[in-house]
Structures are given as structure tokens and as C-alpha cells.
Nanobody, 122 residues
Framework: QVQLVESGGGLVQAGGSLKLSCVGS????????MNWYRQAPGNERELVAG???????HYADSVKGRFTISGDNAKNTVYLQMNSLKPEDTAVYYC????????????????WGRGTQVTVSS
């Protein structure tokens, strides 16, 4: 089993910054990709940013230029630096990981964290 734990959420005023962290633990042979999703009440879960094992990144149009995703492979950790936060960024942010769990057969599994709340006030 693999566990993902998010941290860094909280309450911040519009224009402020937060940095989210997601740490993976358990049986991890290789992290193929890690992503940040978010979901606000009444809305569908949406992809915010992602990073592959090769370092390629992608962002939702709504956060381009404001958010930066990065990773530390040695620590099985992914970060999301969020700047110039807006009230519409308010949501529960979830960490998602595509993980190869062992060498034999290289099985891949998707895992989710429980989420961390980000609230941006005006």
C-alpha cells in the first residue's frame, strides 16, 4: 500500500501565497507522475498541475503564471507553490500519484491523498 499525505493548506487573503506538499510513503519503486487536483463545493474535480518522472510539467489555464509544481524524487514528494491567490482558488486540493510499486512486472497503481483545504478570502 502507498499513502499520500498533503499539507500546507490554510486560510490566506487574496494576493497571498501558500505552498502545498504531498509526501508518498510505502511500497514505491518508481513515481511515474504526480498531480494536484482541486474540488470546490458543487464543482467537479479538476486537474490543476502535473509533473512527470521526466520533469515535464503542465498547468490548468486558470493557474498558469501563478502556480508552480515541483518534485523531489529522492523524498517522494511533490510541491505546489501558489502565488497571487484568488478567491476562486478556494477548494480542497488533492494529491494524485501514478506509481510503479515493484520491479517484477512493473505494476502501476494510482493513489490519492485525503486532501488539504485552501481558503482564499477577499
Amino acid at each position: 500500500q502507498v499513502q499520500l499525505v498533503e499539507s500546507g493548506g490554510g486560510l490566506v487573503q487574496a494576493g497571498g501565497s501558500l505552498k502545498l506538499s504531498c509526501v508518498g510513503s510505502g511500497r514505491i519503486f518508481r513515481v511515474n507522475a504526480m498531480n494536484w487536483y482541486r474540488q470546490a463545493p458543487g464543482n467537479e474535480r479538476e486537474l490543476v498541475a502535473g509533473i512527470t518522472g521526466g520533469g515535464s510539467t503542465h498547468y490548468a489555464d486558470s493557474v498558469k503564471g501563478r502556480f508552480t509544481i515541483s518534485g523531489d524524487n529522492a523524498k517522494n514528494t511533490v510541491y505546489l507553490q501558489m502565488n497571487s491567490l484568488k478567491p476562486e482558488d478556494t477548494a480542497v486540493y488533492y494529491c494524485n500519484a501514478d506509481i510503479t510499486v515493484e520491479l517484477i512486472g512493473l505494476p502501476r497503481r494510482a493513489y490519492w491523498g485525503r486532501g488539504t483545504q485552501v481558503t482564499v478570502s477577499s
